[in-house]
């Protein structure tokens, strides 16, 4: 049964918003208002000591100006404080005409000759004007009969230069009061806008975020890049991440390992980290398609490549070295089941034939069937043995010529071949010349008098190895192609993929700093040749002039085994 519904909701909780997409709106909207604040802050701060400023020297500006005028000189001595005297009409002009509050002209004791308030005419002025009296022009702040106002101060001098008075002229303090007030509104409707205007910014930037970070809080991005770590270090992938410029993004432990690189890779570009050839080209994205293959540091790898929606891409690298390895096994296998079935019917017939001489008591006969048949064997063997010492090789060519016997292909050694038992990386030369001569079998079998020559000899501590077919050959054009990954001209295998020998015969070689080429041979046919320097641990040991023991020689003969038989 279904549970019932929960009957109320608790009470909502208010906090730090935990999308990123909130949290970055909020802040940016923060920094946006203060921002918009201190500049409005920083900007009236200013702006009310310029407006001062300009006031006092508009208030300067006109005493200046009544200074100028020598009539108001010349009447402030010669007339007495009044009312309707000229020093009073002179000054209403002036205040008049500038707009200014008060023009008040006062002789050396302070007295004033003019105001607008006639009825102080005749008394000392409510203010200090001794700076002004002793030649000094004054710009001020300061309160008097008519209230707050900004003021200037200015010596009234006679013809003769000396100091007869003094003007004093007064701009209403409410005035510039009201210009500060009245640019507010001006300067906060920009700063709203302003505001409005960051705002909005912030809103898309953060809707632009909130699409690229799909919603998500800051503590599952940090979980989520927590899991992605753990996940690509632990799989048994290699896994490499591409900008769209082309350097290493990410590198996961796996990749590092099948690439041959290290931690340091990461935040290089390509092309720095990886030798041209076609790992890199894979890598890259100059070779396109599914499960490509590359040979790299010995490995055979299975890559697929994804392309990011910021030009970037992922690969993905599987190694597929040991089941390459089986492959190659499950094949040498399958041609070994088809020869043992090749050799069964060759023995029975055998078998069949030393029966019937037996059977007719043809003694003599029978014993010189075996022994010849024997004799074959023995003389391959011990033809190998004693030209190639190293175990490996050796057992590896007795197994090859008897399975090109099989398919119609003789397999022999030059005259010239002679390799010691001091090999240093015998497992490396038995894969190069296995695989030279399974190729060199696929091409001979079928063709007239389908053979292979194997030549291996030590130059120093060289080790070159020769092989010959009699197959079609390989055109000049494609010298290059048959060393690329992936590149065969046979049918697909058991295991499902070609093109994986030769490139890795070659990469098997560059790692001794060695070298593999191709070229036509004589009469038809294709010749390999492989140059390993430093390939023999010591130096070469002279041929020996006695005969190589026979290892078959402790062996009883036909005859003695026939005789112990009886």
């Keep these: 049964m279904n549970a019932p519904p929960p009957s109320g909701r608790g009470p909502r909780r208010f906090g730090w918003p935990q999308r990123v ?28 000591s310029q407006l001062d400023d300009e006031a006092m020297r508009r208030a300067l500006a006109v005493a200046q100006s009544a200074a100028a005028d020598s009539g108001i000189a010349e009447d402030l001595r010669t007339t007495e404080p009044s009312a309707l005297g000229p020093v009073q009409s002179a000054a209403e002009r002036i205040r008049r005409a500038t707009g200014a509050e008060y023009v008040v002209v006062m002789d050396r004791r302070g007295v004033r000759w003019s105001h607008p308030e006639a009825d102080r005419i005749g008394r000392v002025v409510s203010t200090d004007p001794g700076d002004a009296l002793r030649g000094r022009e004054v710009m001020e702040i300061d309160s008097g009969t008519l209230g707050r106002s900004a003021r200037g101060k200015v010596p009234l001098r006679g013809p003769s230069g000396e100091v007869v008075g003094a003007v004093s002229v007064g701009i209403e303090y409410d005035s510039v009061r009201a210009r500060l007030l009245g640019a507010i509104p001006g300067l906060l409707a920009y700063a709203g806008t302003a505001l409005a205007v960051g705002a909005l910014a912030a809103y898309l930037i953060s809707r632009r975020l909130q699409r690229q970070t799909h919603d998500l809080a800051f503590s ?27 350097r290493v993004r990410l590198l996961n432990d796996e990749a590092q390992r099948l690439l041959g690189l290290g931690p340091e890779a990461a935040g290089r570009p390509l092309e720095e980290v990886l030798e041209p050839g076609r790992t890199a080209d894979v890598l890259a994205g100059r070779v396109v398609g599914e499960d490509l293959l590359a040979v790299q540091v010995g490995r055979v790898l299975l890559a697929n490549r994804m392309e990011t929606a910021d030009g970037g891409a992922v690969v993905t690298l599987r190694d597929r070295t040991e089941l390459e390895r089986l492959g190659r096994e499950l094949d040498s296998t399958t041609g070994l089941i088809d020869a043992l079935r090749a050799q069964d019917h060759e023995h029975a017939n055998r078998l069949h034939t030393l029966l019937g001489l037996l059977e007719l008591e043809m003694h003599e006969d029978a014993m010189e069937f075996v022994t010849e048949v024997v004799g074959v064997h023995r003389a391959t063997a011990e033809q190998v043995t004693e030209k190639v010492r190293d175990p490996l090789l050796a057992a590896l060519l007795v197994g090859k010529a008897t399975v090109a016997a099989e398919r119609g292909v003789a397999l022999r050694l030059t005259p010239g071949t ?32 389908a053979r292979i020559e194997v030549e291996l000899r030590a130059e120093g501590r060289t080790v070159v190895l020769r092989v010959r077919d009699s197959g079609p050959g390989v055109a000049p054009e494609q010298y290059a192609s048959i060393f690329t990954e992936g590149w065969s001209t046979k049918d697909l295998p058991a295991h499902g993929k070609r093109g994986l020998g030769l490139p890795l015969v070659r990469r098997l070689a560059e790692r001794q ?6 070229a036509g041979a004589d009469g038809g046919g294709a010749v390999f040749t492989v140059v390993l320097p430093e ?23 036909s005859a003695t085994t026939r005789g112990d038989s009886r």
């Design 513 to 518: 700093g060695g070298s593999v080429d191709v």
């Design 535 to 557: 390939a023999l641990a010591g130096p070469v040991e002279p041929p020996s002039s006695e005969p190589v023991p026979d290892p078959a020689a402790a062996r009883p003969t």
């Design 418 to 449: 002679l390799l010691p038992d001091r090999v240093v990386d015998p497992r490396g030369l038995v894969t190069v010349v296995g695989n030279l001569v399974d190729n060199a079998t696929d091409a001979a079998a079928g063709s007239a008098d």
């Design 220 to 246: 599952d991005i940090s979980a989520l890049l927590t899991e992605r770590e753990a996940m690509l270090h632990s799989i048994r992938e290699g896994v490499v991440a591409l900008d769209g410029t082309g």
């Design 21 to 48: 997409f909130s949290q970055v709106l909020l802040v940016q909207l923060a920094i946006i208002t203060g921002v918009t604040v201190l500049v409005t802050g920083l900007f009236l701060a200013p702006l009310s």
